[in-house]
Every structure is written in structure tokens, then in C-alpha cells.
């Protein structure tokens, strides 16, 4: 299954696709804290921001997995400039998520080589990710990978 | 029917809370030496006992030979799913721990003692398991929710080296894979071939399901139905079970090879066999349902008390084979038929674990057990008291093919053990109640 899978850069005919894992990840999200609770009715101003994304290359990397027709993964990084550090230029995976029934068998794992193959083409030598504390299997996953924690996110209602 | 079984009931209850008001417990610790005079205790107790200690000091396996260890099993619970009536707590849960410890001894000569705990989470739960294991050789988890009961079940299994069980789940989905051997016998079709559809994801449907695997049934073949509907990876709250119920999730993504979607009515089309352990009212499974399976179809409706459709209901249906939980109906689903013998068998070979392979035999022995099976006669009854020590027999040698076992016969053998200790602990009972 996992040779068929072919990763390329996100166009504009997948905005459909990658929005329906999006909201996929997001309803995830949801139960990991009532803060990520997802907001009802935002397809076309989600629509429109993917859109502005995918033709934003220099700022953002976005890839799609898909198994002939079908899209069966996505990443979704910033390009972030690190004034104070270096490396000067990190590429900041923010939407990451496969399908259940193309998981456990590596294509996130070619999706993030493909990422860093790109990020690296451009001297991007940092890459990082962002997910709910929670996500102890993305903690996990992340880990396995030698990736550490590096910033923790604290929130409160004001 | 709905009147006279609620009469029934009633009187049950009655009489459960009189029994219990009289006898104030339903087991005792009872001495199985001989006792001539308090001299007996220099060897009995100290001083002589330290001996013992010591060779079992030297070899900590020699408890099995020594102790009592080798016919002890704890039934642990929380407390947390308590029968049908939900979390009660563990001090509410003793009566029903109680009754279970009686069926152990009654039908398998096993001295089971009830052991409700106090527990905050999986973790207390699970030190609290290892730390009382010495005098015991096995477990019996009971009555515990989901799904923790997997986490709980797993972790121990993974990590002790006695045999480790949980009835709801696996008793439950043995006897189930029993009665699903010999109907589709019966009916003349062939594991392989089958559509089953198993109607409601609770403990024991989703082992029955991992059972129904290691038995040989496709899972491309069996479709799993939830109160959300039929379970496929598309569905939306699939990833969220990733991480609430990974059982139920691998579930969704390995079954189901056609990705039916939608209302439990698309599932039930062409199916042969339909194992239902859903919400216990009449007409859950409705008749059109039942009309559009497979020929020769087969219904288990196990929902206590009252069945998900009534048998004769589900036979004008068109249904060939009904089964229920109830033993006022043909064909009784009941997990009493499997861990007793079950548990004879693996402390008889001292196993260090029990599994799927075996529990596929044990299964095959109880449906071999019924000589001619016929519509109404699928599973042996609780009365075919040679069920017990014949189950032992191939649970034991199975134990011992595995690589599990500590002690090692023939399945001959096995069966002499087992319908030996039965016997001779059926003969107290006796004794006791000739007093």
C-alpha cells in the first residue's frame, strides 16, 4: 500500500480534501481540551486562508500524501525567521494527519522526509511541530524520531 | 411474558437478599488437613512449617507444590460495571464476587476468592493486581468497565506470570464462538465464508471479534455496530478511539472489508450470523432486519434480562438458529459453560498465561461437547457436569503446547486431574450438606 502512496506539493484542487482531514485533526483536537473546541461554519473562510497558504510557497510548505485519486495525508508547515537564533530559518509543522486506514504504515514518516528534503533544499535547518499536550502519541511519535520539547504553550480565559 | 418474567424477577430479588440475610456470605475458608490434636500444629505451623518456607525460599515455583497456590484464583474488581447495574462501587460488587467464587468451586473445584479493590486509576489497579499475587494461580477480572477492562486485561497478561482473565470479555465471547461453530454446522457453511455481523461494541463483542479471528472467521467478513452506527474507519469519531479504546479502533479499521456504512439495517443484509449484545428491549433487532439475511440465518440475541428480539419473533423472521442469555429459551449463551473449566485447566498445568489460541480450544471442546447438535440444542447446558473436566482437559494440554505450561500430561491425563479434583470437591459439598 505504502509504495502507491506518492507525496507531492499541495495545489489548489486539494483545498477540499485537506480541509476535511483538517477539520478531522481539529475535532481530534477537541478532545484533548475544551479550549480546542471547534467552531461550526468556517468552510469558506478555511477555504480561502488554505488558498492563500498553498500560493504563499515561500512561507509555507504544504504536502499532500495520495494513493491514486484518493488524498490520503497532509503537512502543513510555516517557514518561521529566527531573528535572535540560530539557525537562522525553522520550518514549523502546525497540520499534520493521515487517515486512519493509512496509518502505522509510514507515510507520515514519508511525508516528514519529504518536508525535510524541501526545507533542506532551502537552508531550512530546523524543523519543529506543534499539538495539543495531550497528544501523548504525537509526543511519542515526535520522540521516537529524536525530536524534544523545546516550548510549552500555557493558556488561561481571561 | 413481559408480566410473568417481571414476577420472576421479583422473586429472585426476594429471595437473593433472604439468602444473603441468612447465611451472611456464600463461601469459607475450610481446613483440608486432618487435624488429630493441637500437636498436628508443630508441623502444620511452627515450628516445622519453616522448613517449607525455606525450599520455597530456594525455588519460589515450589509454592505450586507446597502451598495451595496451585488451585487459587483472586476475582478482582473496582466495583466499576457491576452486572447490568453500572458502577456501584467495590464493597456493593462482594455479593456478585461472591456468587462467582461459588460457581468457580461448584462447577471447577477452584478455591476463587473475592477481592474488590479500592483503586483510583488503571495504574493503582494494576500494582495493587501484582502486589497480591503470590498465593494465587490466576485472575479472574470481573465486572470492570470499558474500557479500562482491556488497558487492565492487556497489561496484566503482558506483565504476570500466572494466567489472567476477564470473564466478560473472554467467557463471554468463548461460549459465543462455541455456539457460532456448531450452528454454522448446522446450517452447512463454512467459517470462511461467513457474514457476521456483531451488534453492539461493548467488552465482550470486541473479543469475540479478535476470538472470531484467531478461530479462522475473515475479518474483512464481520462488520462491528456501535450506538453510532456501523463502525469504518471513515467515520468521524474514529480518531478520537485511537486514544479512548485502541481495541475498538483497530476494529473499526481491520473489519468491515466493503465499508458498509450507515444504519444497523444495511449490516444485517445477506449476513449469516448476527451476534447482538446491544440494548435489552424486545424489537432492538427489528423483523425486516432479520427477513433481509443470508438464508438459514442465525441470530444470538444475548441482552439480559430481555432479549434484543424474541426468539419466535426472530424464527418468523425467518431465522433458523436463535440463541439467547436466558435458559427459559433453546440454546443458552452462558459464560458459566467456559471459566470454570477453563480455569481447571490452566491451574492444572500451572500455565503462566492463557490466550486466544487457547480459548479457540476450549471453544472447539464445548461445541464438540454436543454430540448431535440441532437447532435448539447448539451449547452443552450447566447440568452436563463432564463439560467441565473435558474443557480442563484441552485448555491443560493446549497450555502445554504453547510453551505455557509448568507441568506437563497427556490430554487424557488432564482429564483425570480435573474430573478427579471436581469430583472429590463435589463430594464435600456434599458431606457439608448432609450436617
Known amino acids: ?158 | 411474558m413481559i408480566m410473568k418474567d417481571s414476577e420472576r424477577t421479583e422473586y429472585f430479588d426476594r429471595n437473593a437478599i433472604e439468602i444473603s440475610k441468612k447465611y451472611k456470605g456464600k463461601i469459607l475458608t475450610l481446613p483440608k488437613v486432618p487435624i488429630t490434636g493441637l500437636e498436628d500444629f508443630s508441623s502444620l505451623y511452627t515450628p516445622g512449617i519453616a522448613a517449607v518456607s525455606k525450599k520455597i525460599e530456594d525455588d519460589k515455583e515450589l509454592a505450586y507444590e507446597l502451598t495451595g497456590k496451585w488451585n487459587s484464583v483472586a476475582i478482582l474488581t473496582d466495583g466499576t460495571r457491576v452486572l447490568g447495574i453500572g458502577n456501584v462501587g467495590p464493597e456493593a460488587a462482594i455479593p456478585v464476587m461472591e456468587g462467582k467464587a461459588l460457581l468457580f468451586n461448584y462447577l471447577g473445584g477452584v478455591n476463587a476468592i473475592p477481592m474488590p479493590l479500592i483503586v483510583k486509576n488503571n495504574d493503582e489497579f494494576i500494582a495493587t493486581a501484582k502486589a497480591i499475587q503470590p498465593y494465587f494461580g490466576g485472575y479472574n477480572l470481573e465486572d470492570i468497565q470499558s474500557p479500562r477492562c482491556f488497558f487492565l486485561l492487556e497489561s496484566l497478561q503482558k506483565s504476570m506470570e500466572i494466567p489472567v482473565w476477564h470473564d466478560d470479555q473472554l467467557g463471554t465471547a468463548s461460549i459465543i464462538l462455541a455456539g457460532a461453530i456448531n450452528a454454522l454446522k448446522l446450517v452447512n457453511k463454512k467459517k470462511e465464508d461467513a457474514k457476521i455481523v456483531f451488534n453492539g461494541a461493548g467488552a465482550a463483542n470486541i473479543a469475540a471479534i479478535y476470538l472470531f479471528e484467531a478461530a479462522g472467521f475473515r475479518k474483512e467478513n464481520i462488520i462491528a455496530i456501535d450506538s453510532k452506527g456501523i463502525i469504518e474507519p471513515g467515520r468521524a469519531d474514529i480518531d478520537a478511539l485511537m486514544f479512548k479504546n485502541p481495541w475498538k479502533y483497530k476494529i473499526a479499521l481491520e473489519t468491515n472489508g466493503e465499508r458498509v456504512q450507515g444504519d444497523p439495517a444495511n449490516a444485517f443484509k445477506g449476513a449469516d450470523l448476527v451476534v447482538s449484545a446491544s440494548i435489552s428491549i424486545p424489537g432492538t433487532i427489528k423483523n425486516e432486519w432479520v427477513e433481509s439475511m443470508n438464508r438459514d440465518a442465525i441470530i444470538f440475541a444475548l441482552a439480559n434480562p430481555l432479549p434484543e428480539i424474541w426468539p419466535g419473533e426472530a424464527k418468523n423472521s425467518g431465522a433458523k438458529i436463535v440463541a439467547t442469555g436466558r435458559g427459559d429459551f433453546p440454546n443458552q449463551i452462558n459464560n458459566s459453560m467456559v471459566f470454570p473449566g477453563v480455569f481447571r485447566g490452566v491451574l492444572d498445568a500451572r500455565s503462566k498465561g492463557v490466550n486466544f489460541d487457547i480459548m479457540v480450544a476450549a471453544s472447539q471442546a464445548i461445541a464438540d461437547f454436543v454430540e448431535n447438535p440441532t437447532e435448539d440444542h447448539i451449547v452443552p447446558s450447566m447440568e452436563d457436569f463432564d463439560l467441565f473436566p473435558r474443557v480442563a482437559s484441552v485448555v491443560a494440554r493446549k497450555c502445554v503446547e504453547s510453551g505455557l505450561a509448568r507441568k506437563s500430561d497427556s490430554t487424557e491425563g488432564f482429564y483425570r486431574t480435573a474430573s478427579d479434583i471436581i469430583t472429590k470437591n463435589r463430594n464435600i459439598y456434599n458431606k457439608l450438606f448432609d450436617m
Open chain 1, 1 to 158: 500500500m505504502i509504495n502507491l502512496v506518492n507525496i507531492r506539493l499541495m495545489e489548489k484542487k486539494d483545498i477540499d480534501g485537506v480541509m476535511e482531514q483538517l477539520l478531522r485533526l481539529k475535532h481530534l483536537n477537541e478532545e484533548f481540551d475544551p479550549l480546542l473546541k471547534v467552531s461550526i461554519g468556517n468552510e469558506k473562510e478555511i477555504s480561502e486562508k488554505l488558498g492563500r497558504i498553498i500560493d504563499d510557497r515561500e512561507n509555507h510548505i504544504g504536502l499532500v500524501a495520495e494513493d491514486g485519486k484518493r488524498l490520503v495525508g497532509m503537512i502543513m508547515s510555516d517557514v518561521i525567521f529566527r531573528i535572535y537564533y540560530d539557525p537562522k530559518y525553522e520550518a514549523r509543522i502546525r497540520e499534520f494527519y493521515v487517515i486512519p486506514e493509512y496509518r502505522g504504515k509510514g507515510v507520515g514518516m514519508k511525508l516528514l522526509d519529504k518536508l525535510r528534503e524541501l526545507a533542506s533544499e532551502r537552508n531550512i535547518k530546523m524543523i519543529t511541530a506543534e499539538f495539543p499536550s495531550l497528544n501523548l502519541l504525537a509526543s511519542k511519535f515526535y520522540e521516537s524520531i529524536d525530536f524534544k520539547e523545546l516550548i510549552k504553550i500555557y493558556s488561561k480565559i481571561n
